[in-house]
């Protein structure tokens, strides 16, 4: 398998393209679906270098998090515009699915 298909590279690259999005400061206050948008990027930036920082692994709880997240994602992201950086949301749906798909229980 090429470096550039194993998980942890491809979620690494995303996340530096991703530390190079502006976060609008609208979204300081914002929910869409329900869902506080600050809570919801800050708690899957803590999963994503979690995930990383531990070759891939995650515990239970930040797995079910991450889960629980990425279900918030799928709400979220049919109510977000250009104006909400939906950019900066495609991209952390895009990692949050490559680390479901391969993370493993670490305890």
Known sequence: MPETDVPQVMVARLLRELRQETWP???NTAE???IDLVMLDADIAGCVTSWLSNEGLLDARRRA???RRFC????VLPELDEADNLRLWQVWYQMVRLII???APSD
């Open 25 to 27: 400061a609208r979204l």
């Open 32 to 34: 869409r679906a329900g």
């Open 65 to 67: 998090a991450l889960h």
């Open 72 to 75: 918030d994602l799928e709400q």
């Open 101 to 103: 798909s391969d993370t």
